[in-house]
């Protein structure tokens, strides 16, 4: 007879087969993973063989693996511990390509930064810079200074002045922060202006947005006291000046994000709002959420109010976004009357919302741009002003190099993309998308695919066709994006049972 232990390894005694599992000590010591930890750190090799170890127990427990099953994965165990390594040590985070024609789509980072931004955020983090150091005087500065100017020269250049009677002998009418994102904006205005005190908002613009963030709920934290008027669908002027009274400190408009209210609706024009204001002596405040500084109906885009807008009715306070239609990094921007922005830039709490080096490098590029008119340089608004001949003409190149690949029916379609990241919610821009079937596998089958190729791609599906709508992919993307869908079309890859 032979021996007893190897006869019961043979047969799956799961006791004889993890006695030939080496320990993670041993496995440590193959001159394969000496070399691995050499390069990449001890600890981080030991957990990837203890996984590694971890997982081909469970296989022996449960079954999985006899002997000749295990002496054959033994011998690849420390090429497992690689791989293990490798995927736990790759990033989370991952550059994607967008097919799915939101232009801000806040899933995927809003809007890309321009290379004009990349390059001068690189250039300032990469040593270090002036951010808050007067180099006129070898003293210690502000860093507001660094946007203030160029935000001045980019309301004067588009003649965005307020009305006179903002103006002052001392200062300048205007002035402009920035925070970290546009919460924090409308959480510093609310509470510099309003602590404890009562703040007029219409019921028909009680908003939620993404991440639950609700207007009530930030007024509340603010310290402010919400005082609604109106009703959900019709708010008049007179229900905002009936409501003032002595504890009133502030008027709030809100921008309706990612919807609109049509049908039997009423809501007072800026107009009205600014005249109440200044006749009863409390200052406006308008979250527009996503701020315009580009003429957007020259893109196409029509019922999106922009920061001018605001500006030249006299709005005293405005708060909206860096990252969305701005096309800048993600901020919080506070414009209007110089010494309300004052009041605010004076709060404690503007320090713990204030924004970093990177912030203000890559927002000084991205207002250069604007001030020289080099709007195609800003990848958000370049988006918005392709033409749907020049979309249709990249799908139909793509089209034709996939002609012949029998798995796969593309076709180009007209279609729509929209903006994204709260911003016109009623307004689409017509394209050509690429509409993607196939006999042997279903849409979602397919968007998953794409997910998991090397640079994933985020494409969307509608009646089950995977939709790409090359608005928002790249120019120089579009041959991943033809690799892509080749692999889509050889792989045999299925549905798997419902």
């Known amino acids: 007879m032979g021996d007893p232990k190897q006869s019961a390894a043979k047969i799956g005694n799961p006791a004889a087969l993890f006695r030939l599992l080496p320990s993670v000590d041993e496995l440590l010591r193959t001159p394969q993973l000496v070399s691995l930890a050499a390069t990449n750190g001890k600890a981080p090799v030991t957990d990837a063989a203890r996984t590694v170890l971890a997982r081909l127990r469970q296989d022996v427990a449960t079954g999985k693996l006899d002997e000749t099953g295990l002496l054959m994965i033994l011998e690849t165990l420390p090429a497992q511990t690689e791989a293990s390594l490798r995927t736990a040590s790759a990033p989370s985070l991952r550059r994607v390509i967008n097919a799915t024609g939101v232009i801000l789509h806040t899933n995927l980072g809003r809007a890309p930064l321009s290379a004009g931004a990349l390059a001068f955020l690189t250039e300032i983090a990469s040593g270090y810079n002036n951010l808050e150091f007067d180099l006129a005087t070898g003293e210690r500065g502000k860093r507001d200074v660094h946007l203030q100017h160029l935000f001045a020269r980019l309301f004067k250049s588009q003649g965005w002045c307020p009305p006179s009677s903002l103006s002052s002998s001392t200062s300048p009418s205007l002035s402009t922060v920035i925070v970290n994102n546009n919460a924090a904006a409308v959480l510093l205005a609310l509470n510099s202006l309003a602590e404890g005190a009562e703040v007029i908002v219409s019921r028909g613009e009680l908003v939620e947005i993404g991440g639950s963030f609700r207007i009530p709920d930030v007024m509340a934290k603010s310290g402010a006291i919400l005082r609604e008027v109106g009703t959900t669908n019709r708010t008049r002027i007179a229900d905002y000046e009936r409501a003032i009274t002595e504890k009133t400190r502030l008027l709030l408009r809100v921008h309706r994000s990612n919807f609109e209210i049509t049908g039997f609706t009423e809501q007072p024009t800026l107009a009205e709002l600014v005249e109440l204001g200044q006749r009863r002596g409390i200052p406006l405040m308008e979250d527009l959420g996503s701020g315009a500084l580009f003429d957007l109906p020259s893109a196409g885009i029509r019922g999106e109010q922009s920061v001018g807008d605001s500006i030249r009715a006299g709005v005293d306070v405005i708060t909206y976004s860096g990252d969305k239609l701005l096309g800048g990094p ?169």
Do not use: H
Not at 367 to 374: G, I, N, P
Not at 382 to 393: F, H, P
């Open 330 to 498: 993600q901020a919080g921007i506070l414009t209007g009357r110089a010494d309300l922005i004052a009041r605010i830039r004076s709060n404690q709490m503007f320090r713990a919302f204030r924004a970093d080096k990177l912030i203000y490098a890559a927002m000084e590029a991205t207002l250069r741009s604007y001030v020289a008119e080099q709007y195609d340089a800003i990848p958000a608004l370049a988006m918005m002003r392709l033409s749907v001949e020049q979309i249709g003409g990249r799908a139909e190149r793509i089209q034709a190099a996939l002609a012949g690949l029998t798995r796969l029916k593309v076709e180009v379609i007209p279609g729509q993309s929209v903006i994204g990241g709260g911003a016109a919610p009623g307004s689409a821009l017509p394209t050509q998308l690429l509409a993607i079937s196939s006999a042997n596998s279903s849409a979602n089958t397919l968007a998953a695919q794409l997910r998991a190729s090397d640079i994933p791609i985020i494409a969307r599906v509608e009646d089950d066709r995977l939709l790409l709508d090359l608005r928002t992919v790249f120019p120089e993307q579009d041959d991943i994006v033809l690799s892509a869908l080749r692999q889509l079309a050889s792989s045999k890859a299925k549905d798997g049972p419902a």
